[in-house]
C-alpha cells in the first residue's frame, strides 16, 4: 500500500470514527474536538483546523467567516450566528455552562445547599431553565456541524476510494498488457511516473513526450505502420505509416471493437488526448516547457492509462 493510499484509508477511517462517537455516544466537547481535528490533519485541510481551533478556544471579536473557505457552511450550521449578534464562546464553554447551569437548578429544586449570593445573581429558576435549554440547543447545533464536516468528508473519500478502486482496474490491465506485448512501452511509463516525481519544467516536458512515445510504442506492436493507406468503416482512406501512430490506434481499434458506440467513445478519447500530447510537442520543438504543469501531466497520465486500458480489453 502505497503511502497516498495509507493516508486516505487513515483519514476515511478518522471521519467514520468521528461519525461513530457523534451518533452512538455522548462524548464530551473536547474529546469530538480532538476527533475532527485529526480528521483536519490527516486531511492537510488549514480551512478546517482553524475553524476547529476556534471552536476549541472561541472566536475572536474581530472574525471574518468568508476566511474559513468550505467550511463556513459548517460554522454556518452551528448557530452561532443570528441576526445582529454571534456566539463567540468555545463549545467547550458552552457545555461548561450547560453543566453549571443543572447544579444549580437541580439544587434549587431540591432544596440542596447553595449559596444565597449565587441565587441572587441568578435567574428565576423557569429563566434558569430556558437558558440551559438555549445552551443545548446551541450546543447540538455545533455539533450539527461538526456531524456535517464528518460525513461530507467521509462520502467524499468513500467516492474517492471507488474510483481510485476504478482506476487501478484499469490501470492492471494496462500494466499487465504492456508487460504481455510491448515491455519498452511498460518502461516509458515508468519513465513518466519518475519525471512526474521531480516536479520541474523540463522533466514535466519530458514526461508529455513520453507519454508520446509511449503511445507510438503501442501503436507499432498493435497496428504497425504501412505504406498503404487503412480505409476505415466510412470508406475514408486514413494513412497510417510510421508519424501517424493516431491513425493506427484507430485503426486498431475499429477493427477490434464492433459496436459503433464504442467505437465512437475510444475514438474520442484517443483524439483527446494525442492533441494533448502533440500540442506538448509542439512547444517543445519550439523550446517552450514552461506551460507545462504538474496538475496537466498528471491529467495526461490517468488519460493515457485509461487509453491503454481500452486497448488491453480489445487484445
Partial sequence: MNQGHSKHEATLQAATELLDLLE???PSAERVLMKAMRVARLLGDGNARKWLVMEQRGYPIEFDATKLGWCKTFLDQSGRRVIGHFYSESLPAIEAAIDTNKQILNKSRGGGSISMSVMSTRDPLEKLGNKITHLQQRASAIRGGIHS???DVSIALDFGRRVASIFDHARDSADKFLSNHCPHALEQLRSVE?????QNAESLSQAMLTCRRLLMTVADVVFPASKDSYVDSSGTPRAVGND???NRLLAFVEQRLKKDVDQTLVRVDMQHLAARL???YENTCKGTHASVSVSEVRQ????????LAEIAESV
Fill in 149 to 151: 464536516f464528518a460525513t
Fill in 24 to 26: 452512538n455516544e455522548s
Fill in 244 to 246: 501517424e501512430y493516431k
Fill in 300 to 307: 495526461t497520465i490517468i488519460h493515457t492509462y485509461l487509453f
Fill in 194 to 198: 519518475d519525471r512526474l516525481g521531480e
Fill in 278 to 280: 502533440d500540442r506538448l
